[in-house]
């Protein structure tokens, strides 16, 4: 099956700081997702992004899909971004087996 | 409009116990998987459903077994409780059955095993 790393593992910041998540998948996709995971346990879908950029406020991601990674871009980050991000691929064509990374753990610290 | 919702959301069984969770989808869509994340790890894929029949089956044993009723909503069963399977039970839901639709996910069940 498809492989799903995260880097970094573990990320604080200082508030108002920006950072970039990566995520490599060992194979072509037809589902990435980036997750919010508070917690409280709850997985907040980000972004739907199997290929090309998307925005949303403070949140932007990117899908090189030919190169098999995606990034995950936080400005201006704030204490309400802190949790575990994750990064969850598919390739498994008519059905869905998403396959999530090891997540990259983030402290904003006022 | 009601998100995906899981019951119950805690409890606590003994080894050797059985165990159902159950969880209702986004109103409209049709498939429903679950997934187990044990502490520190991420989510792992257990089952799909779509249209009341199972998609797809991760690498978990026998013990581990869903069904989808015909309002798609589904339960998770595990039988013959193990330590190992003490972790939070995530189901998600999507309007279709293919891995290109989106995932939304319930808030989950956490289950602890003593």
């Known amino acids: 099956g498809i492989q799903v790393e995260q880097s970094p593992p573990d990320l604080i910041l200082q508030e108002g700081a920006n950072s970039t998540l990566r995520c490599n998948f060992s194979?072509?996709?037809?589902?990435l997702q980036w997750f919010h995971q508070n917690p409280w346990g709850q997985l907040i879908n980000l972004f739907y992004?199997?290929?090309g950029t998307k925005q949303n406020g403070r949140l932007s991601a990117t899908t090189v899909a030919t190169e098999r990674y995606s990034l995950l871009y936080i400005s201006s980050s704030q204490t309400t971004d802190s949790g575990v991000y994750f990064c969850?691929?598919?390739?498994?064509?008519?059905?869905?087996?998403?396959?999530f990374g090891t997540g990259t753990k983030l402290q904003v610290i006022p | 409009d009601a998100g995906v919702t899981q019951s119950p959301t805690h409890l606590i069984k003994t080894r050797g116990q059985q165990v159902t969770l159950r969880c209702s989808p986004i109103?409209?869509?049709?498939?429903v998987s679950w997934y187990q994340q044990v502490l520190g790890q991420g989510p792992q894929f257990i089952f799909q459903?779509?249209?009341?029949?199972?998609?797809g089956r991760g690498n978990f044993p026998d013990r581990f077994s869903a069904r989808q009723f015909p309002n798609y909503s589904s339960e998770l069963n595990v039988n013959a409780l193990l330590l190992g399977d003490s972790a939070l039970y995530l189901c998600?839901?999507?309007?279709?059955?293919?891995?290109?639709?989106?995932?939304?996910f319930g808030a989950g069940s956490r289950l602890t095993v003593l």
């Open positions: 998600a839901s999507s309007f279709g059955g293919s891995g290109a639709n989106v995932l939304t």
């Open positions: 194979d072509s996709v037809n589902n």
């Open positions: 992004i199997p290929s």
């Open positions: 969850a691929a598919d390739n498994s064509g008519g059905y869905q087996k998403v396959t």
């Open positions: 109103s409209g869509h049709k498939s």
């Open positions: 459903y779509y249209e009341k029949e199972e998609r």
